[in-house]
């Protein structure tokens, strides 16, 4: 929810004359509509009946630093959560499960909300400063209790995953995602030399706290305090591992998770996540391995994800997957039929069961995803993809509470009210033209536009993960402060300082993690800075004034594709939680998509050719003149290797990981067509926003 904390009078002499705060009210949403799946369970017990045992094990968790801890599996660093890994009991809580999931409330309580309660709630910008400012604090307490006993195991292992968990809900750039790396790694000498001294005294480091051997799954239910030393070696380095993966660094985590598996070579959550790391890396053959090994050895279906591993693995290069898709449909269908039938038994609608509800829901939501691919890619069956497909998305908003149409045209609202020709005073903001951002709707094209970016030698793609994005509240409110003087050299003081700390902090996490992939060359050859960096955090489109603003020479790209094209890709792929999970959504999807329309023509009439075009189809039909268009918009000369960036070897952190890696392809054309039949619905909402006018508008191209 966007706050969007902004100043509203313009005086004559272009200064900003007084602040406004505009706070948007909360205002419940309309139900969706009905879909076709209905799920409503009945009743019982689905881990009994799916075990034979009576219970989970207990799960006390004091501590934490395991696979059950945040979930972090980790599809790609565009997925920080996911949201399949825990284990399904109705009755106990789920320590760890996603923190949507954990904290499910009754549909009937989400309806029953009175709009004088609405009101007391802090929501957008406020909301999100608040929760950060409990994460810090609590995250303050633990460095606190860190640094009276840094020898303290437990302690260290507290602050590391604080920081982690903080890293997995806010995209602030990973501002503390050194703090966490270090935090690991000095635990894990910690634990290392305890290991030593279990062993010398001839002790057993597979015994946990209580006496007993227990297999590497069910440490997994112990909190830290509990686990055997060896287990919290591996669990912890295997947490190492996903931290430098949400950190970009996927050769540094592929080598935590090596250490791990050293360690214990069947420790499920090690294997499943460098899997992950590897698929990122291109190395299609070992993720096809890790992920086929951790299907076999995850009995208990912690581990959902390995279904779309595997699936987007056989997509890509189906030969290197030992189980085939054969292998994989078969356990699918098991697994599917048994979990379907467990959802409909679930009993009564107490908080527990809804919450074992929307877990199960999101467990098979990831397999019906897998079977799409596999008809979709495999079978070309378009009826049964299709039918797998709407499964899942059912599945999937079942689990979510009501999309707010409401609130959400709100912000659309404030923006184009607050940010009329005249906001921007003349003479603010940098005039650097290191940031580069890419801006449009999920699945427009965007990976592709990067890739063509990073492959300049000057140039270096820094993800979704904004800097920019980040400091954003802060930068709103420096800015309203600041407007209170009716001075344009308060307000100018301002802005120089944030655009200089955002280039600043941009530069240094791509130094940091240039000089955690490559140390050695880091030592000896120094590193060569990029002149500009790119930013690809899509929604930014919302944010265009305050980029303008601060970066008014920076380059904004925005990439825009063929409309039912986007709305399917984004309608079919699985995003990280957060509010795209509403294009699982007909309805929900068209109404994202008008508002983001209805924004990118706001900016183009009131800041004319400020925001750069670039359709994804000029980029397929004619790669090389889009590509020198590109570049020469960046201010930099043409360098010929930039037309080989698909053979260039960088990690692709996205959904598109798979498909950019083989360079430019025209499958994806009018792709939606072969599904136009379960697709018209959409198109029908869509109404004159099916077709879009926008032309490439880069200086200098050419189309065929």
């Known amino acids: 929810l966007l706050l969007l904390i902004v100043v509203t009078n313009i005086i004559e002499n272009d200064t900003l004359s007084s602040a406004v705060i505009k706070f948007i009210s909360f205002v419940p949403a309309e139900e969706p509509e009905e879909t076709e799946l209905v799920i409503k369970p009945k009743s019982k017990n689905y881990y009994k009946e799916k075990t034979g045992k009576k219970d989970v094990p207990s799960n006390p968790r004091k501590g934490t630093g395991d696979a059950m801890n945040d979930s972090s599996n980790h599809p790609g660093r565009e997925n920080k959560s996911t949201r399949n890994e825990h284990p399904t009991n109705p009755k106990k809580k789920l320590v760890g499960a996603n923190e949507r999931e954990g904290k499910v409330h009754k549909i009937e309580e989400h309806e029953e909300r009175t709009s004088n309660k609405s009101k007391k709630k802090l929501v957008g910008a406020n909301e999100r400063e608040g929760k950060v400012h409990k994460i810090d604090e609590n995250i303050q307490r633990l460095r606190l209790a860190y640094e009276k006993d840094n020898n ?352 600043k902090l941009t530069r240094e996490r791509w130094i940091g993690i240039e000089r955690n992939m490559r140390p050695k060359t880091a030592k000896v050859h120094g590193i060569q800075v990029p002149k500009r960096f790119v930013d690809k955090m899509l929604t930014n489109y919302y944010n265009v004034g305050f980029i303008h603003l601060l970066f008014p020479n920076a380059l904004i790209l925005h990439v825009i594709r063929d409309p039912m094209d986007t709305l399917f890709s984004a309608y079919k792929h699985d995003f990280p939680p957060g509010n795209l999970d509403y294009t699982s959504d007909f309805t929900s999807l068209a109404h994202m998509y008008t508002n983001y329309r209805n924004i990118m023509d706001h900016w183009d009439r009131v800041l004319p050719g400020r925001v750069t075009h670039t359709r994804y189809e000029d980029m397929v039909d004619n790669m090389p003149s889009m590509a020198h268009a590109i570049i020469s918009a960046t201010g930099l000369s043409w360098e010929d290797d930039v037309l080989n960036f698909h053979k260039k070897k960088q990690a692709v952190n996205t959904l598109s990981s798979g498909q950019v890696r083989k360079g430019v392809y025209k499958d994806s054309l009018q792709s939606w067509k072969r599904y136009q039949h379960y697709l018209q619905p959409l198109v029908d909402m869509m109404g004159p926003y099916v077709q879009h006018e926008f032309e490439t508008t880069l200086e200098g191209f050419q189309s065929k």
Do not use: C
């Open 152 to 503: 303290d195991i437990y302690n260290t292992l507290k602050l590391a995953d604080a920081l982690r968990h903080r890293d997995l809900l806010i995209h602030d750039g990973g501002s503390l995602q050194k703090e966490a790396i270090k935090t690991y790694e000095t635990a894990i000498k910690l634990i290392k030399k305890e290991r030593n001294n279990v062993i010398s005294s001839g002790g057993d480091i597979r015994l946990t706290e209580s006496g007993r051997f227990q297999s590497p799954i069910e440490e997994m239910f112990l909190s830290n305090e509990e686990k055997s030393i060896q287990i919290l070696l591996v669990s912890t380095l295997t947490s190492l591992g996903k931290q430098f993966f949400m950190a970009n660094m996927f050769e540094k985590a592929v080598e935590a998770y090596d250490a791990a598996l050293e360690l214990e070579e069947e420790y499920v959550d090690a294997i499943n996540s460098r899997g992950s790391a590897l698929f990122i890396l291109g190395r299609y053959e070992e993720a096809g391995n890790d992920y086929s090994k951790a299907l076999l050895l995850d009995e208990g279906n912690l581990f959902t994800d390995v279904f779309t591993g595997l699936a987007k693995v056989l997509v890509v290069k189906k030969d290197v997957v030992p189980v085939g898709w054969d292998g994989l449909v078969a356990v699918l269908r098991e697994k599917i039929r048994h979990q379907e039938k467990a959802i409909t038994t679930l009993g009564d609608d107490s908080a527990d069961t809804i919450q074992a509800r929307n877990i199960l829901s999101n467990k098979l939501k990831v397999m019906h995803l897998a079977m799409y691919s596999y008809h979709d890619h495999e079978t070309l069956d378009v009826e049964k993809a299709w039918y797998h497909l709407k499964a899942a998305q059912t599945y999937k908003i079942s689990a979510l509470p009501p999309y707010n149409k409401l609130l959400e045209q709100k912000k659309v609202q404030t923006l184009t009210h607050v940010f009329q020709k005249g906001f921007w005073p003349h003479g603010v903001g940098s005039s650097s033209q290191i940031p580069i951002f890419i801006i449009g709707f999920p699945r427009s094209g965007s990976t592709l536009l990067e890739r063509v970016l990073d492959s300049h030698s000057q140039i270096a793609g820094t993800g979704e993960d904004s800097i920019f994005n980040g400091m954003l509240n802060e930068i709103r409110n420096d800015i309203v402060k600041a407007s209170t003087n009716q001075s344009s050299e308060s307000i100018q003081a301002v802005v120089q300082k944030h655009a200089k700390r955002v280039n």
